[in-house]
């Protein structure tokens, strides 16, 4: 009942900036933590950053710097400003979401999801 849609992959050269946007969507009451993982070929899945209700964030340490997450609660929306992206940033990025308090249609109460995930998005970063 929670969707999360990520937007704003796509090809860039490096150097080079892009921004992802994350959507939630569903009766969201609310949402712990929002972040960021990312998964290149052959590899595991990595953190890239993610912040709290409160705004806290972490980040990576290779990202530290040229990446910056931030967060619109009222939107259910998280966000990745991505600066002097290099080709070793190429992955599909996950956006993801902790701990979601939401309603399920004509079922009275709360429920909880403790891990929700974006489709995907696929960034490039081209030599």
């Known amino acids: 009942q929670v969707q999360l849609v990520e937007s704003g992959g796509g090809l860039v050269q490096a150097g080079g900036s892009l921004r992802l946007s994350c959507a939630a969507s569903g009766s969201i009451f609310s949402i712990n933590s929002m972040g960021w993982y990312r998964q290149a070929p052959g590899k595991q899945r990595e953190l890239v950053a993610a912040?709290?209700?409160?705004?806290?964030?972490n980040y990576a340490d290779s990202m530290k710097g040229r990446f910056t997450i931030s967060r619109d609660n009222a939107k259910n929306t998280v966000y990745l400003q991505m600066n002097s992206l290099k080709p070793e940033d190429t992955a599909v990025y996950y956006c993801?979401?902790?701990?979601?308090?939401?309603?399920?249609?004509?079922?009275?109460?709360?429920?909880?999801?403790?891990?929700?995930w974006g489709q995907g998005t696929q960034v490039t970063v081209s030599s």
């Open positions: 993801n979401a902790d701990k979601v308090l939401y309603r399920r249609p004509g079922i009275t109460g709360w429920f909880t999801v403790q891990d929700s």
């Open positions: 912040i709290t209700s409160g705004s806290i964030t």
